[in-house]
């Protein structure tokens, strides 16, 4: 099966590789780590993204611990940089050792390195991998009697990646239930012991509620839609703007707004009707953003649950997506949002759009009562509350 092959792979690169950790082990010792610390997290970035978000009310939500946060992976901005602090954790950016290809050995030796920290700490402790690929050929190293758990967010080249280090994690926590049914068949497709099956736990992300919340309202006016993330190829970008130059066309009034920088993914001038705003960290901002804006498109191919449908429902944003990820579980046709059809035909998810704004445009009464569900399902079901105490019970878990 395919899970063992990857399994005796793994074993012969620790052989190979020792060498390095040993001589980490060694490093250690003449600098070793200067306080004691309760949760290792490694997170690979802190750069601005829906994932490195949830890494930072994580961080928070570990507040009453005494926790030290490395990063991994060369950020491309230091957007949620000050989240991170204002956690009150010691932060260690080992990017420049671990990202660097020129010089991979160092990666190797900084296994020997972070997992000689680890292991050498007294008292109860335990390891916090937010999808770091370091983290994971770190595992391997970690004493066993130290709880490791790992974070996954969607289905993706982690779901693969974790495989030869899966045994090394006494929990995994997944965010959208789609996306557990996707691992675990995947799990069975690789011969996966079903052992593994139960220790998956489900965690929905949460967010910080906006106090006041008007409905949506619609006269005829503009149609403001928005687009709210970076530029990865997953997103597709360009059928958000393709979609807004099809509304032009059918004679519909719409705005399309993108907040985050898109520079990667949409090419030339601005159109007539496109508004960019570029990385935003500002709270009051992106609520004012969000608050101007009638309908969130998400066209991505693939999610889990992405937390700017949860920021946008909060403040009554209609939502057209595609049926990806946990979207379907918590959009209801018609009475929260609108699914596309399909996800794959670039172009009828642009015709259906038009078809759904029209609709929209049509009806305001229509308009108004999804905005009002919205806050509404926004208010039961993704406020913080519920999230921090899943994640401190998690923690207290492993270390009262």
Same mark, same amino acid.
């Given at each position: 099966?395919?899970?063992?092959?990857?399994?005796?792979?793994?074993?012969?690169?620790?052989?190979?590789?020792?060498?390095?950790?040993?001589?980490?082990?060694?490093?250690?010792?003449?600098?070793?780590?200067?306080?004691?610390?309760?949760?290792?997290?490694?997170?690979?970035?802190?750069?601005?993204?829906?994932?490195? #978000?949830?890494?930072?009310?994580?961080?928070?939500?570990?507040?009453?611990?005494?926790?030290?946060?490395?990063?991994?992976? #060369?950020?491309? /901005?230091?957007?949620?940089?000050?989240?991170?602090?204002?956690?009150?954790? #010691?932060?260690?950016?080992?990017?420049?050792?671990?990202?660097?290809?020129?010089?991979?050995?160092?990666?190797?030796?900084?296994?020997?390195?972070?997992?000689?920290?680890?292991?050498?700490?007294?008292?109860?402790?335990?390891?916090?991998?937010?999808?770091?690929?370091?983290?994971?050929?770190?595992?391997?190293?970690?004493? @066993?009697?130290?709880?490791?758990?790992?974070?996954?967010?969607?289905?993706?080249?982690?779901?693969?990646?974790?495989? @030869?280090?899966?045994?090394?994690?006494?929990?995994?926590?997944?965010?959208?239930?789609?996306?557990?049914?996707?691992?675990?068949?995947?799990?069975?497709?690789?011969?996966?012991?079903?052992?593994?099956?139960?220790?998956?736990?489900?965690?929905?992300?949460?967010?910080?509620?906006?106090?006041?919340?008007?409905?949506?309202?619609?006269?005829?006016?503009?149609?403001?839609?928005?687009?709210?993330?970076?530029?990865?190829?997953?997103?597709?970008?360009?059928?958000?703007?393709?979609?807004?130059?099809?509304?032009?066309?059918?004679?519909?009034?719409?705005?399309?707004?993108?907040?985050?920088?898109?520079?990667?993914?949409?090419?030339?001038?601005?159109?007539?009707?496109?508004?960019?705003?570029?990385?935003?960290?500002?709270?009051?901002?992106?609520?004012?953003?969000?608050? /101007?804006?009638?309908?969130?498109?998400?066209?991505?191919?693939?999610?889990?649950? @992405?937390?700017?449908?949860?920021?946008?429902?909060?403040?009554?944003?209609?939502?057209?997506?595609? @049926?990806?990820?946990?979207?379907?579980?918590?959009?209801?046709?018609?009475?929260?949002?609108?699914?596309?059809?399909?996800?794959?035909?670039?172009?009828?998810?642009?015709?259906?759009?038009?078809?759904?704004?029209?609709?929209?445009?049509?009806?305001?009464?229509?308009?108004?009562?999804?905005?009002?569900?919205?806050?509404?399902?926004?208010?039961?079901?993704?406020?913080?509350?519920?999230?921090?105490?899943?994640?401190?019970?998690?923690?207290?878990?492993?270390?009262?």
């Amino acid at each position: 099966m395919v899970y063992t092959l990857l399994i005796w792979k793994r074993r012969i690169e620790d052989i190979l590789i020792y060498p390095f950790i040993w001589w980490g082990n060694i490093l250690s010792r003449r600098k070793p780590l200067s306080d004691n610390y309760e949760i290792f997290f490694f997170f690979p970035f802190y750069h601005i993204g829906g994932a490195e #978000k949830v890494h930072t009310l994580i961080s928070a939500a570990a507040g009453g611990r005494k926790a030290i946060i490395f990063f991994t992976r #060369k950020s491309g /901005n230091d957007f949620f940089l000050q989240d991170f602090v204002s956690a009150g954790h #010691k932060i260690i950016d080992l990017s420049s050792y671990t990202d660097n290809k020129l010089k991979y050995w160092n990666n190797l030796v900084y296994r020997g390195i972070i997992s000689a920290y680890i292991n050498q700490q007294p008292g109860k402790k335990m390891v916090f991998n937010g999808q770091s690929n370091f983290g994971y050929k770190l595992s391997r190293w970690i004493k @066993p009697e130290i709880p490791q758990v790992e974070l996954i967010h969607s289905f993706g080249s982690f779901s693969y990646i974790r495989i @030869p280090f899966i045994e090394f994690y006494r929990e995994t926590i997944m965010i959208s239930k789609t996306r557990i049914l996707d691992h675990l068949n995947l799990y069975k497709n690789y011969g996966i012991p079903v052992v593994y099956n139960d220790r998956i736990t489900y965690i929905l992300n949460g967010i910080p509620l906006p106090e006041q919340v008007s409905d949506k309202s619609q006269n005829g006016k503009e149609l403001r839609l928005l687009y709210a993330g970076r530029d990865t190829p997953e997103k597709r970008v360009h059928i958000v703007r393709a979609i807004g130059q099809a509304c032009l066309k059918a004679g519909l009034p719409v705005s399309v707004q993108f907040m985050g920088d898109v520079s990667g993914a949409l090419k030339g001038l601005a159109h007539s009707n496109e508004i960019f705003y570029g990385n935003i960290s500002d709270p009051e901002r992106i609520h004012g953003i969000y608050e /101007n804006t009638d309908i969130l498109l998400i066209t991505s191919g693939e999610e889990g649950f @992405p937390m700017v449908v949860m920021e946008a429902m909060a403040r009554g944003c209609i939502i057209l997506a595609t @049926p990806v990820g946990d979207l379907s579980v918590h959009i209801m046709q018609g009475i929260n949002g609108f699914l596309f059809s399909q996800i794959s035909d670039e172009q009828k998810i642009i015709r259906e759009a038009v078809e759904i704004i029209n609709k929209l445009q049509s009806d305001p009464s229509l308009l108004m009562a999804i905005s009002s569900a919205n806050i509404k399902y926004a208010r039961e079901h993704f406020g913080l509350v519920s999230f921090e105490k899943h994640y401190q019970k998690l923690f207290d878990k492993y270390l009262s």
